[in-house]
């Protein structure tokens, strides 16, 4: 009697337990749920295409857009994706290929480190590396800015997807004759391709919403600029902006901005999926 | 002719894989200088605050630009304070849904739609999480406030650790239940085989030979919170004082550096605070290099 009673009690336990871990992990979607449903209420009321097309307009004249932050943040993401990718993809591979050397092992490490600097001491070194230096902020220095956040990611993800290419593909192009390099630029990489363009659109999908880094770099601008070595807005940067000011309407426009960035930074993430899904090499 | 013709090839092609390896080590070799470049670059930017204030800067309570004390404990202890609130609050939620993504729903719609929305969460941008706890969570710490009788500003402590709590769990999250996967599974049939329910075998099986690694996952979301800026910037407040309780306002070490830097006063007060970014580079660095370290040697095993 005793013991079924035991075994009653611990099932009891294990079921109440059970019930614990799944209230305490559907918490996570509270804060998901409030955050998605604020932006896309509020910025639906603020969105139009005057929104995407036309430049702000000083406070209190009504209507205005945010075209400048969009062009601004194409701008910084194509300038850091420039600079990053061919490094990044050169380092992964040399880690890849070098898997049992130290000086790999240190090289790795000092992308996992790069990786853990907080984004505003990106911020400072890029101000003292290139703003003072050229006597100004400009989107060429947000654009290094968010490169250097970029690197480290596309670094490992470029390591970890060649580590998965089996080394019977690389011995047999080897045995065939063809040299060192042809092997790996035509058999080896081509074999990753998908992994590592989906890695590279997650890392703009991360840095497409970086605000700390830009703030003495990109540092913002009111009108259109095609010009990198002036400054420019971006997308986080005038929600920072406009978030912190007393005025409803600037508020207004910071939700339809956030809604276009969130967008913006979704369908990034969702094409890196569907790149994997599509492209993907089975081995 | 012909032989001549493919010693020319070889030749070739052995000259571009010289090429070939010099500009991978070069990539690699610059990976390095940057991240040199970064450390020498901060102690070079902050060598006047070191010279002035020595080992003070981190112990001294008053900041003050215009009189040109500085001194960075206020914001040591923000940062210490916002991010292991934010610890606390976030380690029963991450810890669940390890476990909930680890052991109870491993495959499956419910367990996609789970690591979905973990994705999502680590995908908003900082800058919008701030916003967003602008009006949310600050209405509701005010109302708390209120109800406490201490002044009901809404902004502080409290309100930058809730945010922060948000923000790492995916992260933690994540790691926890790598971490929960490596528990060898001939340990677990035997739990089972013994008759152990689910509780029983998390609790005295999984947990035990997981401890180390969670511990590791919670240093390496402890340095992400560390490090965190633009959120942490927009609901602590900005008050350069030690906080005196959890929801005064308060600066940390990065939403200092985000307020004032571009708008520093003099050259000892933009050394001063390169000289917190350089801190704040070495404590993350710390928890980050034990963190990974630890797990490392757990995959080991």
Known sequence: MSALSNIKNRQRKNLFFKATIIVMASICAIPLALVLFYIIKQGLAALSWNFITKLPTPIGVPGGGILNAIVGTLMLISIATIIAVPIGIICGIYISENRNKKFAGLVRLCAEILQGIPSIVIGIITYLWVVKPFGGFSAFSGGIALAIMMLPVVVRTTEETLNLVPNSLKEASLALGVSYSKTLRKVIVPCALSGIASGVTLSIARIAGETAPLLFTAFGNPYLNLDITKPVDSLPMLIYTRAISPYEEWHQQAWGAALVLIILIFSISLLSKLIIKKWKVQF | ?301
């Open chain 2, 1 to 301: 002719m012909t032989n001549n013709k493919t010693q020319v090839s070889f030749k070739n092609s052995y000259r571009s894989d010289r090429i070939f390896q010099v500009t991978l080590s070069t990539a690699a070799y610059l990976l390095l200088v940057l991240l040199v470049g970064i450390l020498i670059t901060l102690v070079l930017g902050s060598i006047p605050t070191i010279k002035s204030h020595g080992f003070n800067f981190a112990f001294d309570k008053v900041w003050n630009p215009i009189m040109e004390e500085f001194g960075a404990l206020p914001f040591i202890i923000g940062t210490l304070l916002t991010s292991l609130i934010a610890l606390a609050i976030s380690f029963p939620v991450s810890m669940s849904i390890s476990l909930f993504l680890g052991e109870y729903f491993k495959k499956g719609s419910i367990s996609s739609l789970f690591s979905n929305i973990l994705e999502l969460l680590a995908g908003i941008p900082s800058v919008i999480y701030g916003f967003t706890a602008l009006f949310f969570i600050v209405p509701i710490i005010r109302w708390i406030e209120i109800k406490l009788g201490i002044p009901a500003i809404g902004l502080g402590i409290m309100t930058a650790s809730i945010v922060l709590a948000v923000m790492i769990i995916p992260y933690a999250a994540s790691i926890a239940r790598e971490v929960l996967k490596l528990t060898p599974n001939d340990l677990k049939e035997g739990g089972y085989a013994l008759g152990a329910t689910r509780y029983e075998l998390i609790r005295y099986i999984t947990f035990p030979q997981a401890r180390s690694g969670i511990m590791a996952g919670t240093l390496l979301a402890f340095g992400r919170a560390l490090g965190e800026t633009m959120a942490v910037t927009m609901v602590i407040g900005n008050a350069n004082v030690i906080p005196k309780n959890i929801f005064d306002p308060a600066n940390t070490m990065a939403s200092i550096i985000a307020n004032e830097f571009s708008e520093a006063s003099s050259d000892l007060h933009m050394a001063a605070l390169i000289e917190i970014g350089l801190l704040l580079f070495l404590i993350t660095a710390f928890f980050n290099i034990i963190g990974k370290l630890y797990i490392k040697r757990l995959a080991k095993k």
